[in-house]
C-alpha cells in the first residue's frame, strides 16, 4: 500500500472477522524500540471516554475487541502485534487508529523499516504499508480501521507527531494526567540533590575539591509519580497515565503450617501416578484446556495471537472424529462462541523430547479443512523458528476454507501464566490458585512439560570438531546447532520475561531484508571459524543489552552488560557511584572501562577494585575519552545435551538469570528503588 491507500478487508480474505495487525521496525545499533497504542473513535474522531485508549499500561478490552499481543523478534527487529476482534467492537466506535511512539527523547528516524502488516483470522498476510522517512518525530500513526457500510477497511496512514504518545491521545480527546515536563524538572532536582549529597572527589592541581553535577547515564530511569497527598479524600475518576507502570516483586508467602519438609502440600494436579509419555501428553493438555477455560483472560491470552474471537470457550480432550477408515482422536478441542458463531481449533500436544508427527498433523489439516474448523494447534517442548516451520503439511488452496497452523511452545505458556500470577492477575483468588497450581504443574520434573530440552544430535560432533579444529565451514551440523542456539535464546527470554513481568526479546542485528535462513547459515560460518555462539537480549527498563556468549573452545559462558558513560561529571565520580551501585554484586564480577579506540581499558574484578576504584581509570588520564564500563560474569558451561543439571541449556539458563538477579538489579537508580519499596509498602 502507499501512504493514504485503502482496501477493503472483505475484498482480500473472508477470514476477517478476528484481524492481527502488526507494527514492525528494525534498528541499526540493535537496541531501537517503541510500543503501541489503539484508539477507538466516534464518528466526531474522538474516543467515547479514556477506556478508548489501549497501551501498554491498558492492554486488553474488557469486550475482547482489542489486545496489545506483544512484541515478537522479526528476521531485521521486532514485531509488535495487536489483535481485533471486529466483530465485538462496539456499533458506535467509526474507526480504529493503530500508533506507536517512542520515549526518552529518541525519534522514528532512528529506525529502519518501519511498517505495518494486516493478517486475517488464519495468519495470512493481507496488506502492508512501509512508511517513509519518518523523521525526528516521537509518535506516528501507521493506519486505521474504518467503517464503510457494514464492512471494514484499512487505510494507510503514516502520520507523525512531535508530542508524542501523550500529544497524541490528547488529540482524539484522551484526558492524560501526566505531567512531563513537571515530572522531568522532579526527576533532574532528585539527581542533583543526589550528587550534592555524594559529593564526590575530584583531584584538581593536587587538592581535593568536592563537585556535584548531573548522575548522567548510570542514573538515567524516569523517577516514579508521587502519591496524592490527601488520602481518603474523593478522587476523580483516574486518568490514562503514559508513564509506564512500577513492576512490584510478588508478596512474600505465608509460612507453612507443615510440621516438617517432607509434608508436601496438596495439589489439584497431581503428578506422582504419571507413568508413560502417553498418560504425560493426556494429563498436560487436559490441564491445560481446563485452566484456560476457567480463567477466560489467560485462555485469551494464548488464543487471540491465533486469530480466536473474544467469547464463551469450552475445551474438550480425547475427540474422537472420522477421518477415512480410521477414526482419528486429537488430544483436545477449543470452541469460543461469539454472536451464535462457533471458532474451533484442534490441539495436537507432545511432551517430553517428543517430536510432533507430521502425518499426524497433516491429517487434523486435512479434518478441520472438511469440518470447517477454523485451527489446528500443535503443542510440544521445541521453540519455532521464524521461516522454519516445525511441521511442513501441504494446504489446498482450492479449497475455500482455510485452516491455519498454529505453534505453540511449553515455555510460552507457562510465560503467560507467570505473566498473568505475579504481575497482571486474573480478576479473583480462585483463578489465581488455578493458574498457580497449572504453573507448578508445568515445571514439575515429572510433567514433561519443560520446554526447549535438547541441542540435539549434531552438538557433540560440533564441540568436538571446534576443539580439535576440524569443523569446515558449511557443514550442516553447524546449521543445526546454530538454529538450536536461537531456540534456546528465545526460551531463556520466556522464563526471564516471565519472571520479571517485563519485555525480554532476542536481538537480531541483520541487514534489512535478510533471510532467516540467510542469517543463519552466516552464523554457522562464523561458528566454524571462532568456535563461540553469542546473542544478545533487550531487557525492558536494564540500562544496556545483555549478552550472552558461549566459548566452545574454552568451555565457558561469559554474560555481560555495557554501561554508557554519563554525559557530564567526572571519570572518578562515575567509577566511584558504579563500583557502590555493586555493593552487593558478585566479588568474581569483571569490570573493563571502555574507550575510544580500539585499545581496551583497564579491567579487574569487582573484589581488587572495591578499595582502589580509581583504579579503573586510564593512566594517561585526559588524554583518553571514557565510553562506558563492561561488567561480565564468567562460568563454566555444561558439557551434557541439558537433560541433566549440569547440561549446556540449564547452565545458559542459569547464567543469564544469576547475572540479571546479581549484578543488572544492582544498576537501577535510587528512584526505581524508592519506588519498589513504597509498592512494598503497600502506597
Not at 494446504?395 to 505453534?407: C, E, F, G, M, Y
Amino acid at each position: 500500500m502507499t501512504k493514504g491507500s485503502n482496501a477493503a478487508l472483505t475484498v482480500l480474505s473472508e477470514n476477517v472477522g478476528s484481524v492481527i495487525v502488526s507494527l514492525g521496525w528494525g534498528s541499526p545499533t540493535g537496541d531501537g524500540d517503541a510500543d503501541v497504542s489503539v484508539l477507538l473513535l466516534d464518528p466526531n474522531g474522538k474516543v467515547r471516554s479514556d477506556t478508548d485508549f489501549y497501551f501498554y499500561n491498558n492492554p486488553v478490552a474488557a469486550d475482547g475487541s482489542v489486545q496489545l499481543l506483544g512484541k515478537t523478534p522479526a528476521e531485521d527487529g521486532n514485531e509488535d502485534r495487536i489483535g481485533f476482534d471486529l466483530t465485538a467492537v462496539p456499533p458506535e466506535v467509526d474507526r480504529i487508529v493503530v500508533a506507536a511512539s517512542r520515549y526518552g527523547g529518541a525519534h522514528f528516524g532512528e529506525l529502519d523499516d518501519l511498517r505495518v502488516t494486516l493478517a486475517d483470522a488464519v495468519g495470512e498476510n493481507l496488506l502492508r504499508f512501509a512508511v517513509g522517512d519518518a523523521g525526528a518525530v516521537s509518535a506516528i500513526i501507521f493506519g486505521e480501521l474504518y467503517r464503510r457500510g457494514e464492512e471494514w477497511k484499512f487505510r494507510a496512514v503514516g502520520q507523525g507527531y512531535d508530542s508524542g504518545l501523550a500529544g497524541l491521545a490528547t488529540d482524539f480527546g484522551v484526558d492524560i494526567d501526566d505531567d512531563e515536563a513537571a515530572e522531568e524538572a522532579s526527576e533532574a532536582e532528585a539527581e542533583a540533590a543526589e550528587e550534592a549529597a555524594e559529593a564526590a572527589e575530584v583531584i584538581v592541581g593536587g587538592t581535593a575539591v568536592e563537585s556535584s553535577g548531573p548522575a548522567g547515564a548510570l542514573d538515567a530511569v524516569p523517577a516514579p509519580r508521587k502519591p496524592d497527598d490527601a488520602v481518603g479524600a474523593q478522587r476523580p475518576a483516574a486518568r490514562p497515565r503514559t508513564a509506564k507502570k512500577k513492576v512490584s516483586p510478588p508478596s512474600t508467602p505465608q509460612k507453612s503450617l507443615a510440621e516438617n519438609d517432607s509434608w508436601k502440600p496438596a495439589r489439584l494436579f497431581p503428578v506422582s501416578a504419571l507413568k508413560s509419555d502417553r498418560d504425560r501428553e493426556m494429563r498436560a493438555t487436559s490441564v491445560l484446556l481446563s485452566v484456560m477455560a476457567q480463567v477466560p483472560r489467560f485462555g485469551r491470552r494464548l488464543t487471540a495471537a491465533f486469530g480466536a474471537p473474544s467469547g464463551r470457550m469450552e475445551t474438550f480432550t480425547e475427540v474422537t472424529l472420522p477421518h477415512g477408515d480410521t477414526p482419528r482422536r486429537p488430544d483436545g478441542v477449543i470452541r469460543i462462541e461469539r454472536a451464535g458463531k462457533l471458532w474451533t481449533a484442534l490441539v495436537e500436544a507432545k511432551t517430553n523430547g517428543n517430536a510432533l508427527k507430521a502425518d499426524q498433523v497433516q491429517a487434523y489439516m486435512d479434518i478441520a479443512a472438511r469440518r470447517g474448523y477454523e485451527a489446528v494447534i500443535t503443542l510440544s517442548n521445541d521453540v519455532a523458528l521464524e521461516g522454519s516451520p516445525l511441521v511442513d503439511v501441504k494446504i489446498d488452496r482450492r479449497r475455500k476454507h482455510q485452516v491455519a497452523l498454529w505453534h505453540l511452545s511449553w515455555a510460552e505458556v507457562a510465560h503467560q501464566a507467570q505473566l498473568l500470577i505475579r504481575h497482571e492477575g486474573v480478576g479473583n483468588a480462585a483463578r489465581t490458585w488455578l493458574l498457580q497450581e497449572l504453573l507448578h504443574y508445568l515445571q514439575h520434573e515429572n510433567s514433561g512439560c519443560h520446554g526447549f530440552q535438547s541441542m540435539g544430535s549434531a552438538w557433540v560432533p560440533v564441540r568436538n570438531g571446534i576443539g580439535d579444529e576440524t569443523l569446515c565451514q558449511g557443514d550442516p551440523r553447524a546449521l543445526e546447532v546454530v538454529e538450536n542456539w536461537e531456540r534456546l535464546i528465545r526460551q531463556v527470554c520466556l522464563r526471564l520475561g516471565g519472571e520479571l513481568g517485563q519485555k525480554v526479546l532476542p536481538v537480531q542485528r541483520a541487514k534489512r531484508g535478510t533471510d532467516p535462513g540467510t542469517r543463519r547459515v552466516q552464523l554457522a560460518d562464523r561458528l566454524c571459524l571462532e568456535g563461540r555462539l553469542q546473542a544478545e537480549l533487550r531487557v525492558e527498563q536494564a540500562p544496556g543489552l545483555l549478552t550472552i556468549g558461549a566459548d566452545l573452545r574454552t568451555g565457558r559462558l561469559r554474560t555481560s552488560v555495557e554501561i554508557p558513560a554519563p554525559e557530564q561529571g567526572y571519570p572518578l565520580t562515575w567509577a566511584k557511584r558504579l563500583i557502590r551501585r555493586l555493593a552487593e554484586a558478585p566479588a568474581d564480577l569483571h569490570i573493563e572501562t571502555l574507550v575510544e579506540g580500539e585499545g581496551g581499558g583497564p579491567r579487574g574484578t569487582l573484589e581488587r577494585l572495591r578499595p582502589e576504584p580509581a583504579d579503573l581509570l586510564p593512566r594517561n588520564g585526559a588524554a583518553t575519552t571514557i565510553t562506558g564500563f563492561r561488567l561480565s560474569l564468567i562460568k563454566n558451561m555444561g558439557s551434557s545435551r541439558g537433560n541433566a543439571e549440569s547440561g549446556f541449556i540449564r547452565s545458559v539458563d542459569d547464567a543469564v538469570r544469576r547475572f540479571y538477579g546479581a549484578v543488572v538489579v544492582c544498576l537501577d537508580g535510587p528512584a526505581v528503588r524508592r519506588a519498589a519499596s513504597r509498592e512494598r509498602g503497600g502506597v
